[in-house]
């Protein structure tokens, strides 16, 4: 199974920041608005007998960060300089690194051992492309829980489940916040 940690970017956020993609040339390919997120940990290919670990693993984790506010400033690439391959939105929010550091603490064979950059991918690069010219946000959402994420690989892209969603400490679950999780747990094909 291919796994990794993240964030989900709430809709509103995530159309906001679609809005910004209307400016993409040639060969950039754009994350899809629902499945924009945030990754925390990307694990890669896991044996299926691990689940139950990884699950718990989210559960500690997540119950351990207080839920906070999470700002969306502005875009860049990776690479910084050359040929980009991803063009991405800055992300700050005092709890993300707690969560990724927590996360590679108890996963250390996950760990590749680089700076984490809170980022949400807006798209990638798949051809020839101009560079974007920088947007400026001033966006926020409230961050109340991470998931654990299956990640299949398709022709078209690659197709997100969340396994598990797991509370972060203090969040309060509405019902709305239910209904986004069953939404989120279904399969959708993936610009990334």
């Known amino acids: 199974m291919r796994l990794f940690y993240a964030v989900f970017v709430p809709r509103p956020v995530a159309l906001r920041l679609a809005e910004a993609q209307a400016g993409l040339k040639g ?72 969560l990724a550091l927590r996360l590679r603490e108890l996963l250390p064979e996950f760990d590749d051992g680089k ?3 809170p980022h949400v991918t807006l798209a990638r690069k798949k051809g020839p492309a101009p560079r974007v010219p920088p ?6 959402f409230p961050v109340e829980r991470m998931a ?23 969040s309060v679950k509405s019902r709305g916040t239910e209904r986004r999780e069953e939404q989120g747990a279904g399969k959708h094909a993936q610009g990334d």
């Open 135 to 140: 947007v400026v946000f001033d966006l926020t």
């Open 148 to 170: 654990l994420v299956h990640s299949e690989l398709t022709r078209r892209g690659p197709i997100y489940r969340v396994l598990e969603a797991f509370p972060l400490k203090g």
């Open 115 to 117: 700076r984490f950059a």
């Open 27 to 98: 060969g950039w390919k754009p994350t899809l608005p629902e499945q924009m997120h945030l990754t925390l940990l990307f694990l890669g290919e896991v044996p299926e007998d691990r689940l139950g670990e990884l699950k718990g693993i989210g559960r500690d984790v997540a119950g351990s960060v207080p839920a906070f506010t999470a700002r969306v400033r502005g875009t860049g690439y990776f690479p910084a300089v050359g040929s980009p391959r991803v063009w991405y939105a800055r992300v700050e929010g005092e709890g993300f690194e707690p």
